[in-house]
């Protein structure tokens, strides 16, 4: 006699990004996001405005979301909502929203930490991508987080090394925003990238003992350099914007790596996974691809869809949570800072 499939809806609202998916187990049925454009007027993301847009886009797009499923909320068997970290008002809208859905419907409610989605996203079901076998090392990267984790078990993991001060996102943001670059300025500088020379600019990569990351010093290294030659050439930035682009990124892929390596020989562990928003980077990606035949690593790169915030990653840690009954109680409330 089969088991009855588990259908979990997620709901994913930690900063700009109101999404839903609804998952057949392991396999992801929907996965809706609805993205707020009013940031970019403003050259980042602006919290009221963002639990605002939360607040009209929820219920439309759970609604799409069962839709292209396929399946009504009565054949719902839990509800999965990001807990935390992010900002605050807009954890708030989709933990309300996934409390007030669970108890109508009196089914389980499941808290999920929004950095262990990332990491777990590599188990969603998907053709062509494999998943990785525990132990492995995955290397979060995202415009608020920067992590080296050490990954057991799916509710075992630890973080072996974190940056002291920014994180990557934000330095290409940053970097970004100093060469006049629309917000979100790192797709830009990806893109203008592959364009650009790597070795034309060196940077100097910031010296941080272990597996600690520092972003702060690289990004005002770029704000100074940026500074001294626009005032020799006011029209640098233009002339050479590819060449600028290009040599960032490669300081940061660099910055990134150097970690990875001494990561791998410290732990013995050479199976490497990306995630966060920041793994979206071409650059990035296909280092890690050439890894595995450069260093002999076994390497796993989500698919696109679930590297940026979305729901789907939410549900794949709600359905594991939900085999072991790890539910969450209704008095649950959002943290802007949470752990594993």
Known sequence: MSTPPIYILAIESSCDDTAAAVLKDNVVLSNVVARQHIHEEYGGVVPE???????????????????????????????????????????????????????????????????????????????????????????????????????????????????????????????????????????????????????????????????????????????????????????????????????IQHIIIEILMEKLKLAVSTTGINQIAIGGGVSANSGIRQTLVDAQSKYGWKTFIPKFEYTTDNAAMIGIVGYHRYLEERFTATDVVAKARIEF
């Open 49 to 247: 405005l963002a639990s605002r847009a939360h607040q009209q886009n929820i219920v439309p797009v759970v609604d799409v979301a069962l839709k292209k499923a396929g399946i009504t909320r009565d054949q719902l068997s839990a509800v999965a909502f990001t807990q935390g970290p992010g900002l605050m008002g807009s954890l708030l809208v989709g933990t309300s929203f996934a409390k007030s859905l669970a108890m109508a419907l009196q089914i389980p409610l499941i808290a999920v930490n929004h950095m262990h989605a990332h990491i777990l996203a590599h188990f969603i079901k998907e053709e062509g991508f494999a998943m990785p076998e525990f132990p492995f090392l995955a290397l979060t990267i995202s415009g608020g987080h920067t992590q080296i984790v050490k990954v057991n078990s799916f509710f075992d993991l630890e973080i072996i090394g974190e940056t002291t001060d920014d994180a990557v996102g934000e330095a290409f943001d940053k970097s970004a925003k100093i060469l006049g670059l629309p917000y979100p300025g790192g797709p830009l500088i990806d893109q203008l990238a592959k364009e650009g020379n790597p070795k034309r600019f060196p940077f100097t990569r910031p010296k941080v003992d272990g597996l600690d990351f520092s972003f702060s010093g690289l990004k005002t290294q770029i704000l100074y350099f940026i500074q001294k030659n626009q005032a020799a050439n006011p029209n640098f930035i233009e002339e050479n914007k590819a060449d600028i682009c290009a040599s």
